[in-house]
T-cell receptor, first 114, second 113 residues
Framework: DAGITQSPRHKVTETGTPVTLRCHQT?????MYWYRQDPGHGLRLIHY???????DKGEVSDGYSVSRSKTEDFLLTLESATSSQTSVYFC?????????????FGEGSRLTVL | GQQLNQSPQSMFIQEGEDVSMNCTSS?????WLWYKQDPGEGPVLLIA?????ELTSNGRLTAQFGITRKDSFLNISASIPSDVGIYFC?????????????FGQGTILTVHP
């Protein structure tokens, strides 16, 4: 299994509170991604990073920000959580030179916003 | 945004039966992939397809990249209980798109012993 650790694995919070999810990898892969999974939508890309301090928006980036200060860590922040952000969040990694689309996913972080 | 239409949404089959699922898009993609997700886990790559018309097998799994670049299918032969899970198709434009994937809605597979 790829060395990807997501924390926390489960979190319940209230509307309007800030939330930060952490993804830590031990594979030294250059590329990291945050996806969210919702019934009927599959997985959708929130933000991604191609290197330290190099991040960009994905398909559903509104209400989310990210930071990557070290190769191994990619943080996803919800500045003011809303109920529509209740979801399961997956971090993924890949390495340049590998074939497009071959991602390794973490085990997910389930977030409930009340 | 781009969408992949995956069908069927769910399947209930008997152990030993064959399974077929497909994925279509109105847009052209240069890479098609199939992932499987077990309960409480992240998706795991099953098969990746990089060339239109390509047919690839991985054990009991066979997948094809449609010649129009707008579709793909996955077949599972002689299903077993551990095949239970959610199967996702995914696609990428290729090149510098790397891991920027568009996913289908998923097919939930249940296998009865």
């Amino acid at each position: 299994d790829a060395g990807i650790t997501q924390s926390p694995r489960h979190k319940v919070t209230e509307t309007g509170t800030p939330v930060t999810l952490r993804c830590h990898q031990t594979e030294n892969h250059r590329y990291m991604y945050w996806y969210r999974q919702d019934p009927g939508h599959g997985l959708r890309l929130i933000h991604y990073s191609y290197g330290v301090k190099d991040t960009d928006k994905g398909e559903v980036s509104d209400g989310y920000s990210v930071s990557r200060s070290k190769t191994e860590d990619f943080l996803l922040t919800l500045e003011s959580a809303t109920s529509s952000q209740t979801s399961v969040y997956f971090c993924a990694i890949s390495e340049p030179g590998h074939y497009t689309g071959e991602l390794f996913f973490g085990e997910g972080s389930r977030l409930t916003v009340l | 945004g781009q969408q992949l239409n995956q069908s069927p949404q769910s399947m209930f089959i008997q152990e030993g039966e064959d399974v077929s699922m497909n994925c279509t898009s109105s847009s052209i993609f240069n890479t098609w992939l199939w992932y499987k997700q077990d309960p409480g886990e992240g998706p795991v790559l099953l098969i990746a397809l990089y060339k239109a018309g390509e047919l690839t097998s991985n054990g009991r799994l066979t997948a094809q990249f449609g010649i129009t670049r707008k579709d793909s299918f996955l077949n599972i032969s002689a299903s077993i209980p551990s095949d239970v899970g959610i199967y996702f198709c995914a696609a990428a434009a290729g090149g510098t798109s790397y891991g920027k994937l568009t996913f289908g809605q998923g097919t939930i597979l249940t296998v009865h012993p």
